[in-house]
């Protein structure tokens, strides 16, 4: 869990996670203002709730990882399937 290799697997699994929170808020139209099958607008999004759900999603996501650490012995994997080279 204190090695470069764990964080970057756990940085990458976190952007990974704060983009599907974000997919999937724009998806609802929660932050874009749209409701039913309206064109989402790039312009018209609402940048600063979608930077927090990101930043949510990936934080979910480190503390996933840091918890799964210690049971799958030093991957950010709880089933150990990735493996970190020490």
Not at 4 to 21: D, H, N, P, Y
Not at 47 to 69: M, N, R
Request: charged letters at 10%.
């Amino acid at each position: 869990m204190f090695t470069f290799a764990f964080w970057k697997a756990a940085t990458e699994r976190a952007i990974k996670s704060g983009a599907q929170f974000v997919g999937l808020t724009i998806g609802g139209g929660i932050a874009a203002g749209v409701s039913g099958n309206e064109v989402i607008n790039a312009f018209l999004l609402d940048y600063p709730t979608l930077g927090g759900v990101f930043l949510g999603g990936a934080l979910a996501s480190y503390v996933t990882s840091l918890i799964s650490a210690p049971i799958s012995g030093g991957s950010p994997s709880i089933t150990g399937s990735e493996h970190i080279p020490s």
